[in-house]
């Protein structure tokens, strides 16, 4: 009996261990040359990110995983940067009631924009309490960010930018899960969020998109 529980456990490890994933990275246009490998390779502490990307212009570019799998047309069709917390409409159910209050909650406090465009996910806890869950841009270090805000990857003076770092917010399964998205490499560098303008709450300034794919099962 003991036998079969510590195989039980022996088999668990070694699945957790082999969860990982892998993405070929490339421009659908043709135009950039950019291109490029990254595996994603889960571990005790995150999500280790490894891999290289060659023909890039020397310097920062954002590095980020977008919400669809579709690499279409310039990679444009792999949408926004993947941010399961700004489901539209809210995922939690409230009362029309609920809603009106929350909407007077953030123009008292002003700390949040109102009006058409406006998408919050919030839960009600208690009367008064309210808890705002939507996420807007940021770094990969920051409590505030999208999923997919892995921050920005460096190139050096030959175009090519190596990766290796750990990410604990993105994920190989459950609702932070990556699969089947995109990655997409950027024109410009990402400004995490700090750049002042509503731009940099969504993309980070980051402009266009030079190589992307989609993130396989490995
Ligand atoms: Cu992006
Ligand atoms: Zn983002």
New binding site residues.
């Given amino acids: 009996m003991l036998n079969i529980v510590v195989g039980v456990a022996l088999l668990a490890i070694a699945y957790a261990e082999q969860q990982a994933a892998v993405v070929y990275l490339f421009d659908p246009s043709g135009k950039s040359g950019v291109s490029g490998n990254v595996k994603f390779i889960k571990e005790e502490k995150g999500v280790h990110i490894e891999g290289e990307i060659h023909g890039l212009t020397p310097g920062k570019h954002g590095f980020?995983i977008h919400n669809l799998g579709n690499i279409g047309p310039g990679c444009t069709g792999a949408g926004?940067?993947f941010?399961p917390l700004n489901a539209d409409p809210p995922r939690i159910g409230l009362t029309a009631t609920q809603l009106a209050y929350v909407y007077v909650y953030k123009t008292q406090y002003g700390g949040f924009t109102s009006g058409a465009g406006s998408r919050l996910t919030f839960v009600v806890r208690q009367h008064y309490q309210v808890v705002v869950l939507s996420k807007?841009?940021?770094g990969p270090t920051d409590q505030n960010?999208?999923v997919?805000?892995l921050g920005n990857i460096v190139a050096d003076a030959s175009g090519v930018a190596k990766i290796n770092f750990i990410d604990n917010v993105i994920d190989l399964e459950g609702s932070h899960c990556i699969l089947g998205r995109a990655v997409v490499v950027h024109e410009k560098e990402d400004d995490l969020?700090k750049g002042g303008n509503d731009e940099s709450l969504?993309?980070?300034n980051a402009g266009g998109r030079l190589a992307c794919g989609v993130i396989g099962i490995l």
């Fill in positions: 980020h926004p940067h941010n807007t841009h940021g960010r999208h997919g805000d969020g969504k993309t980070g």
